[in-house]
């Protein structure tokens, strides 16, 4: 089984508040990115990794990610938005790979054995996520106001890694753009192509940086771990 990884490191970062992108930015002295990668490296089952990223960095930097980091095969130029990125990375994909893993970059907790539970899952589903069970009260609002509590039974919180088949991926980007349809992850792309998707269990500590907060926690986390 050849199993090819998508990680996606594209976005600007403007909700962290940062002039650096977010990937890049520092823990324990190394790029968010730099973790992620780590913990991709290490994975027995991850034959490879297209790396997608902002199109100034690619041309700046897309050598010295190739030079770093035997695992990354090629670095390619992200989209408008997440999908579009994503299926630049899928066009980079090797042929005669059988499943493509699609990873956050700046998910630096993902493990490798999370990683191996997705990957095999969808070689025997076609399709897994990794996922978290909706813990806290849900209340839907209007104008500030609460309009409802909302029941948090069967609903789940989506992470990534995230792993298809090869083929049934190719079928949903076809689908998706034919019909012009964005999905926010690409099991929902999966199941607008009508098939099921497995969840795997992800863990609450597979954080996404997405603020300024999730980075003092990201350096916590890390002083813990090591």
Request: charged content about 25%; aromatic content about 8%; some cysteine.
């Amino acid at each position: 089984m050849k199993v090819g990884a998508i990680i996606t490191a594209a976005g600007r970062g403007k909700r962290i508040g940062t002039s650096v992108p977010k990937q890049f930015l520092k823990i324990q002295g190394k790029p968010l990115l730099h973790h992620t990668l780590t913990v991709f490296s290490s994975c027995k089952l991850i034959d490879y990794v297209v790396l997608v990223m902002p199109q100034a960095d690619v041309g700046a930097m897309r050598e010295d990610w190739l030079k770093k980091y035997e695992i990354v095969r090629e670095v390619v130029v992200g989209g408008e938005q997440r999908q579009d990125s994503v299926y630049n990375g899928f066009n980079s994909i090797e042929k005669g790979t059988d499943i493509v893993v699609v990873h956050d970059g700046v998910r630096p907790f993902t493990t490798s054995k999370m990683i191996t539970a997705t990957v095999e899952s969808a070689q025997q589903h076609g399709a897994a996520i990794t996922a978290i069970p909706v813990s806290d009260t849900l209340k839907q609002a209007l104008d500030g106001f609460v309009e409802q509590t909302v029941s948090r039974d069967r609903l789940w919180r989506v992470q990534t890694p995230q792993a298809f088949r090869y083929r049934l991926l190719q079928q949903a980007f076809k689908k998706a753009n034919k019909d012009s349809y964005y999905g926010t992850d690409e099991g929902s792309l999966i199941e607008y192509l009508g098939e099921r998707v497995k969840i795997v269990s992800g863990s609450e500590l597979n954080i996404k940086i997405t603020r300024k907060e999730d980075l003092v926690l990201a350096e916590s986390l890390f002083s813990s771990i090591k």
